[in-house]
């Protein structure tokens, strides 16, 4: 090899790195890039020669600062106003936070002496400097200046520039604005501006005398901006080749998927186009990127101890079936994956069928159905069992041959996961029946039902007392005359929660577990208020009950948990 061999950066990859290339391939990589650079160590990412924490790492401790991923890291807003937007471009530098006086900020090249005492004179503060790869700080910047106003200036530049063409909007007009770099602009400052509010869904709607854009953050939908009606056909259109969807096509509703590329991640976006009577209204769910998305221990998804303890017996049985239930986006997905990361251990084989594979999960043989090609659920399901699993994951049952498969499955000695779209636990095992699965083969197979809501969580920064008045404990608890005195919890508003009092959201939950009593009703086709009392005799509580708990524990409101459950007697 040539003398690059005894770089630093080299001599440690090859001495710590555990899947490091042939000295062959690396001797290539050198001659192509001119030796050991930065940009060495994105092409060995880019090539899967090695995880991009590690690398990255490496090259850190050979030039002698900490790596950091700002797509991740904690930004405050006070840190990230200290640099200016032109200048965090021009110097590929974004700060992070600030600490007794010392600002923190991501650099591509922390080791400019010189650089780093413009940013101090430009900030007026000591700057500490961590690395950083170029493209992820570039996509943070993106990402973390973003503003509605930022949005308003793209929207406003397009405007200006392609003015002509919005005027007669012609088919082909459209297809020539969708390549425009301006377009193009738009949409991605409206993606990356969505991804930093940590919205689920992006709403693009006409209106009768403008257009809109609304989004879903914490599970509530805010207006972000109006603009001009002539903008929104372009917009769609553009959106509309992303998803390889036919362009031209404004009568049927269309479907499709794209990914926007987030530093060396991305993320993925399923988008849905609906004809409305002034053109296309246009829905983008926003999919957690498969690398970055966390997963959650059950411990952290705030479950109530009454609820994890039979919860982990549950998903620790050998056989059966246990579902998770609850609306679209109620975390079922989340709380399955907080499951199987539970119980996958090497002496375990677990395979699950998804509609998308959201995580990826190491020692585990996921399988993607596709309706394309007609590959469904129940085909997925039936092959996997010849595949000897121990725990198989359904992502969902919709249709009468994937349960039954699934019953059967449980019944022949597999632990099967899955989920529902039922408003209670005791609903799914009605669902089942009513799917057309006999009530002698649901009995014995079904041993546990999860529901599970989310309310917006109370932010933290603005988190204030009170107390409720005794028309609020009388609507709620069992004897509230004899209550001293209950405190509250709700959001003052502030900066970090949009002065909306809420900051992220929190679970609540019912479990039912199957007795033999209650499998003796099932066979006898019992009724919802049989089985639910039934269920109390082991402990079953109403998702009301455990919305309560999370209420006096000061997690979220009374208002967030009428929202979303019925009312009952609780507590």
């Not at 014995?444 to 529901?451: D, E, M, R, T």
């Not at 509230?480 to 509250?488: G, I, N």
């Amino acid at each position: 090899m040539r003398i690059e061999k005894n770089n630093k950066f080299l001599d440690l990859f090859l001495r710590e790195s555990a899947s490091a290339p042939p000295e062959e391939e690396i001797d290539q990589i050198l001659k192509s890039r001119d030796g050991v650079t930065l940009d060495t160590v994105q092409v060995l990412i880019d090539k899967g020669f090695v995880d991009k924490e590690s690398v990255c790492r490496l090259w850190g401790k050979s030039i002698g600062f900490a790596y950091v991923d700002p797509i991740i890291s904690v930004i405050t807003p006070e840190a990230l106003s200290t640099i200016p937007l032109e200048i965090a471009r021009k110097a590929q530098v974004i700060a992070l936070y600030s600490l007794d006086s010392t600002i923190t900020a991501a650099m591509a090249h922390p080791e400019d002496e010189k650089l780093v005492r413009r940013l101090e004179n430009i900030t007026k503060t000591k700057v500490s400097p961590v690395f950083a790869l170029p493209c992820e700080i570039e996509d943070a910047i993106e990402i973390h200046y973003s503003t509605e106003q930022s949005i308003a200036d793209s929207i406003g530049q397009f405007e200006k520039k392609e003015g002509n063409l919005l005027e007669r909007l012609s088919q082909e007009d459209l297809s020539t604005l969708s390549a425009s770099e301006s377009l193009i602009n738009v949409v991605d400052a409206l993606l990356y501006f969505a991804i930093k509010q940590g919205a689920s869904d992006i709403h693009l709607e006409w209106a009768e005398a403008d257009a809109l854009v609304r989004l879903r953050i914490d599970g509530r939908l805010h207006e972000i901006m109006r603009f001009s009606r002539s903008v929104l056909p372009a917009i769609v259109s553009r959106l509309k080749i992303l998803t390889k969807v036919v362009i031209s096509e404004n009568r049927f509703p269309q479907d499709g998927r794209f990914s926007l590329s987030v530093g060396t991640n991305k993320a993925d976006f399923r988008v849905s186009f609906i004809p409305t009577i002034y053109g296309n209204n246009v829905v983008l769910r926003i999919l957690p990127t498969t690398s970055n998305r966390q997963l959650l221990t059950l411990d952290k998804l705030f479950m109530s101890q009454d609820i994890v303890k039979p919860f982990r017996r549950l998903i620790s049985s050998p056989n059966g079936i246990l579902f998770v239930t609850g609306p679209t986006g109620s975390g079922k997905t989340t709380t399955l994956y907080s499951a199987l990361a539970e119980i996958n251990t090497p002496d375990k084989k677990i395979s699950t069928i998804e509609d998308p594979v959201e995580v990826r999960m190491a020692g585990v043989s996921q399988s993607q159905v596709n309706s394309f090609i007609d590959l469904k659920f129940s085909i997925l399901l039936r092959s996997i069992l010849r595949q000897d699993p121990d725990v198989i994951l359904v992502g969902e049952i919709r249709d009468f041959e994937t349960a039954k498969i699934a019953s059967e499955a449980a019944l022949t000695g597999h632990l099967v996961l899955s989920t529902l779209h039922t408003n209670t636990a005791i609903q799914a095992i009605v669902r089942l029946i009513e799917i057309g699965i006999e009530p002698y083969v649901v009995a014995p197979s079904i041993i546990g039902v999860l529901a599970q809501r989310l309310a917006a969580r109370i932010c933290e920064f603005c988190r204030e007392s009170f107390q409720p008045t005794q028309r609020m404990l009388n609507k709620h608890f069992y004897d509230s005359a004899d209550v001293e005195e209950v405190t509250f919890y709700r959001g003052a508003g502030c900066p970090n929660c949009r002065q909306q009092g809420y900051r992220g959201r929190v679970a609540f939950h019912e479990l039912v577990v199957v007795s033999e009593q209650m499998r003796s009703l099932i066979s006898s086709n019992a009724g919802l208020q049989e089985l639910k009392e039934a269920a109390q005799k082991t402990g079953y509580r109403s998702l009301r009950h455990d919305g309560l708990l999370k209420v006096l524990l000061g997690l979220t409101t009374i208002e967030e948990i009428e929202k979303h459950s019925s009312l009952e007697w609780s507590l």
